[in-house]
């Protein structure tokens, strides 16, 4: 496992998994949730604060549980149900882009750019890669191997490589 890998996995850590009902009908290719249920990430921050603040009834939303899938495949691309993951979200394609780019940008705000560039990673790995999405994630790895303080040289090293691989293919 790469130091990159490692330092992405870590983000596991923040994540709460809610259980969707067994035969639950999402998105516009009609995914339906298979009778044992499925249990889906969500950002634990997120869920406190829309518990404080929402109705019980809205407080999982399709918006909160695609950040969750892909800020958990950025972080383990190999996870058990990833599959199961993408067969999701491919009913909300048209919704995806917008939403992945106005998430990175409220973490961005909020200062957490691990976060950013890690839910980035995920829907890079999860979709066609466009220059910009590379483009920003190599942008995000820089201002995170910035970042590094201490022992964690090899980790700044691969982010650099990182960036400069994805940035690279934006020159042709």
């Not at 995806?96 to 940008?105: A, G, H, M, R």
Request: proline share 4%; aromatic share 8%.
């Amino acid at each position: 496992m790469s130091a990159i890998d490692e330092w992405a996995l870590k983000l596991t850590e923040e994540l709460t998994f809610v259980q969707l009902k067994p035969g639950l009908v999402l998105g516009r290719n009609q995914f339906e949730v298979p009778e044992e249920g499925l249990y889906v990430p969500l950002l634990t921050d997120e869920l406190a604060n829309r518990i404080q603040l929402i109705d019980e009834d809205q407080v999982i939303s399709m918006p909160a549980i695609l950040r969750g899938i892909l800020l958990l495949l950025g972080a383990d691309p190999d996870f058990q149900h990833g599959e199961t993951y993408k067969l999701l979200y491919k009913g909300f394609e048209k919704e995806l882009k917008p939403l992945v780019y106005e998430s990175i940008t409220q973490f961005e705000k909020a200062g957490k750019l691990k976060e950013a560039a890690v839910l980035l990673r995920g829907y890079h790995k999860s979709d066609t890669p466009d220059q910009r999405t590379e483009m920003i994630l190599g942008g995000f790895y820089v201002r995170n191997a910035g970042a590094i303080q201490g022992n964690e040289k090899s980790l700044e090293s691969e982010l650099m490589n990182e960036a400069f691989q994805l940035l690279k293919k934006c020159e042709k």
